[in-house]
């Protein structure tokens, strides 16, 4: 029902996609496998009408289409569940289901009794018991999930799109979505699930594509496919050379950072950890279990409520981004965008912004001086780029993030944090990254890692620490930890 | 118990309106001043002059209200309403069989303006503030080919509006009284009041959603024309004549109420209700100074502190929700 032939879309210095082909038959749930960056997500806009492509033809139902917007798409009857939701927190869960698609009564206005019933009706049919007066931003990620999901079927959807719809929810909740979209499967709906993990693939899908880097490796069902082949097909090499040996015994004994029992308003609670220099540790867990916000409370860029926090031997009750840094530590965020990088400035700009003055003279900034620092920086990281003077905007997200690393690597001396430092970065610039971030620990740091991706989890840590709902669930040694052992740490229930 | 409740949304009058309370208690300890300052200012009398005294705050404080819940703002508001007063007793100059013909026209004018502004929005993808900024200039500029000074007169028929009483109950601010219920209920019960909360609440969740940008910010870009083009005919009423500057200060005025009334300046939150008790507070403010014999600049003073202390105290409860 779904055709695509040759999509190809470029962004500034990346090209997400070329020539991808893709078929999705009425009624299948088909998997599109993928590493991060392989180009899934920039797919499924494409499909979903909020990006166009630059090359390629979609066709659906037979007919060539050329969506321009996600509402054309949405009337075709496709709908997509983004990983980062289109929820309006403000608004109630029968509001938001039934946004822009209004019950009204026979005068047009809106029938509120009626939404409530009819989003209760529909949650009903889906297995889910929600009060429909409840405003979406207080229910767990699950169950904004199933918002969504209630949502597309408000309208008449023909093809359901799952952007990585496990990443955030765990165990009974994916057994749940898992038997829910065979549902929607048996009534003719098709489905179209986007994944990394390969035993939801084989759970669930008919059918999976697999892309790599951006082009199409091949369709296959998933009854005559092994997992080996997948895995191959999916990252093209062995997962072993991607990270750097393990250094020998490069730790310290005396921690470099100890907090003693930190909380952070409810989402991070009485939290206990040590960081000792030249270790790695990865901080893992589910998506809100709190490692964001006990990355940015360390770094005091939001406040602690209670708990205290030793460094270098000081004890600290407060602690704000500027003494942060003056104690030699450094936060690389999650959203380089957004709380990273000045995006129009040029890579030697934003190599010297949070020290400027290194680089001033007479009070006024010393270009040369500057310039010379980057250059010598992106010969050190191999960042590419055309030279100290190239806008951040016009690079790949790799390269961005290892303008970032390499900013903080220069300014840090004791701590640095690095929140998701892979996510949206191609395999190549993995492998750098990677290579980086052991280097700097032997040299002497202590890196706090927070990843979602177990992989990298696995490969890079010297400690696994994981969260869940706020407080550490347990610690392991990197090289004793597994899959299984985390995953269990990061979502067991509550002790029932 | 208690966290079940908190699970809730709250009552839609309180959650549109959240600021609510918060104008409510500021208006009460006003009247309390008001009270120990001269037994003549809670009287019936006085309220209703009050009241009176709120019409043009609150006619354009209410279609910048619906901007500002889109996530947007309207920049232009005061030079529209310096043309519109100026067209008004320009066009009508004393003949009262104008008076009809020229409203309507007036009217129209307004809100075809302000669809202009949400037209170069989209078509330019330009902020608001910047187009409506913009738009403001032109307006002006128009405002001065049209008129240098005072222009045109209206016949005492046309006064009834800034001046008139039924059964002693002032007709202009209850024109705007009946206007804001109107626009809260579109607000709450047309499916495009939902709208206008989900875009300024989240704009890329509504795109991705597939709600009409274009569609709802004529709407609310068209009723804030719409209502600079009634302030301008209020000021026409109220000064019989058309003045080139009369319209000014209610560019960054208009926003205040909107403000006190708890709507949040991102948008995507609040409520019509609020502003209109916000332009109420304000004109009672005004009143209690002119009682107290303070001179206006010190008013201007004093709505400046109101605005950051109430502004002050939402930050706060927000952040302790």
Redesign the interface.
Request: hydrophobic residues 30%; proline residues 4%; without cysteine.
């Given at each position: 029902m779904l055709t695509l032939k040759g999509i190809s879309r470029n962004f500034p210095g990346v090209r997400a996609l070329s020539g991808v082909n893709l078929e999705v038959r009425r009624g299948e749930i088909h998997g599109l496998l993928g590493e991060n960056g392989a180009g899934k997500s920039t797919l499924i806009k494409i499909v979903a009408g909020a990006l166009a492509p630059d090359e390629g033809e979609i066709s659906f139902d037979d007919r060539p289409v050329s969506w321009s917007s996600p509402r054309e798409a949405k009337l075709a009857g496709v709908h997509v569940v983004y990983q980062e939701f289109a929820l309006f927190p403000q608004l109630s869960v029968a509001e938001n289901i039934y946004l822009g698609n209004e019950r009204r009564n026979a005068l047009g206005l809106v029938d509120l009794r009626r939404t409530r019933r009819d989003a209760s009706e529909l949650m009903k049919k889906l297995g889910v018991s929600l009060d429909p007066r409840a405003s979406v931003a207080s229910l767990s990620v699950a169950d904004q999930q199933m918002v969504e999901i209630a949502r597309a079927m408000t309208h008449n959807v023909r093809l359901l799109i799952l952007d990585e719809p496990t990443a955030v929810i765990a165990g009974r909740e994916v057994a749940l979505l898992f038997d829910r979209l065979r549902r929607l499967r048996n009534a003719g709906v098709s489905v179209l699930f986007i994944s990394h993990r390969l035993d939801e693939i084989f759970a669930l899908c008919d059918r999976v594509t697999i892309l790599k880097d951006g082009r199409l490796v091949g369709t296959q069902d998933t009854a005559d496919v092994t997992r080996e082949r997948l895995i191959t097909m999916m990252v093209g090499r062995d997962l072993g050379d991607l990270f750097p040996p393990r250094s020998a015994a490069t730790r310290t004994d005396q921690p470099v950072l100890r907090t003693d029992t930190i909380s952070i308003g409810d989402r991070v609670r009485d939290v206990s950890i040590e960081l000792h220099a030249g270790e790695i540790v990865a901080l893992a867990g589910m998506v809100g279990a709190g490692r964001s916000d006990l990355a940015l409370g360390l770094f005091g860029a939001v406040p602690i409520s209670s708990g205290t926090l030793h460094i270098a031997g000081k004890r600290f009750a407060a602690m704000s981004p500027a003494r942060a840094i003056g104690l030699g530590m450094g936060l690389v965020t999650e959203d380089r965008k957004s709380q990273g990088l000045a995006m129009l400035l040029d890579i030697a700009a934003n190599m010297t912004g949070p020290a400027l003055g290194e680089v001033t003279r007479h009070g006024m900034i010393d270009r040369e001086r500057e310039t010379s620092i980057a250059a010598r920086e992106i010969e050190r990281y191999r960042i590419a780029c055309r030279g100290p003077a190239t806008p951040v905007a016009t690079m790949s997200g790799g390269n961005q993030q290892k303008v970032v690393i390499a900013r903080w690597a220069r300014l840090c001396r004791s701590v640095l944090i690095l929140d998701e430092p892979t996510r949206g970065v191609d395999v190549g610039a993995k492998a750098e990254i990677y290579r980086i971030m052991r280097e700097l620990a032997d040299s002497g740091l202590a890196i706090l890692m927070i990843s979602s991706e177990l992989t990298e989890v696995l490969g890079m840590a010297d400690r696994v620490i994981v969260m869940r709902e706020g407080r550490i669930t347990g610690e392991l040694p990197g090289r004793e930890a597994t899959e299984e052992s985390i995953m269990h740490l990061a979502t067991s229930e509550r002790a029932a | 118990m208690t966290a079940i409740a908190?699970?809730?949304?709250p009552p839609w009058w309180l959650r549109s309106n959240a600021g609510l309370i918060g104008v409510l208690v500021l208006i009460g300890a006003v009247s309390i001043v008001g009270a120990t300052v001269s037994d003549r200012f809670l009287t019936l009398g006085n309220l209703l002059n009050v009241y009176e005294q709120t019409t043009d705050l609150a006619l354009v404080s209410i279609g910048q209200t619906l901007t500002i819940l889109s996530g947007g703002i309207d920049l232009s508001v005061g030079s529209l309403i310096s043309l519109t007063s100026c067209l008004t007793s320009g066009l009508i100059n004393g003949n009262p069989d104008r008076v009809l013909p020229v409203v309507a026209g007036v009217l129209a004018l307004g809100t075809l303006v302000g669809m202009i502004n949400a037209a170069l929005v989209v078509a330019l993808r330009v902020h608001p503030l910047i187009v409506t900024l913009g738009m403001g200039a032109i307006l002006q500029g128009v405002t001065l080919l049209y008129a240098l000074g005072p222009v045109g007169r209206v016949p005492r028929s046309f006064n009834v509006l800034a001046y008139g009483r039924i059964a002693g109950i002032p007709i202009g601010a209850t024109v705007a009284l009946t206007l804001c219920i109107l626009i809260a209920l579109l607000l709450?019960?047309?499916?495009l009041?939902?709208?206008i909360?989900?875009l300024g609440?989240?704009a890329?969740?509504?795109?991705?959603?597939?709600?009409?940008r274009t569609r709802i910010l004529m709407f609310v870009y068209g009723a804030s024309g719409f209502c600079c083009a009634a302030t301008g005919l209020y000021l026409a009423a109220r000064f019989g004549v058309g003045q080139p500057y009369t319209g000014v200060n209610y560019t960054l005025a208009s926003i205040t109420p909107v403000v006190l009334g708890g709507t949040l300046l991102s948008g995507?939150?609040g409520g019509v209700i609020g502003t209109m008790f916000g332009a109420f507070l304000i004109a009672l403010l005004n009143n209690l100074l002119n009682f107290m014999d303070v001179s206006k600049h010190y008013q201007l003073v004093a709505q400046a502190v109101i605005i950051i202390l109430a502004v002050s105290i939402y930050v706060e409860r927000r952040r302790m929700e």
């Open positions: - | 908190a699970r809730l949304t709450r019960y047309l499916p009041g939902r709208q909360y989900a609440d989240d890329n969740s509504a795109r991705l959603v597939g709600l009409r995507g939150r």
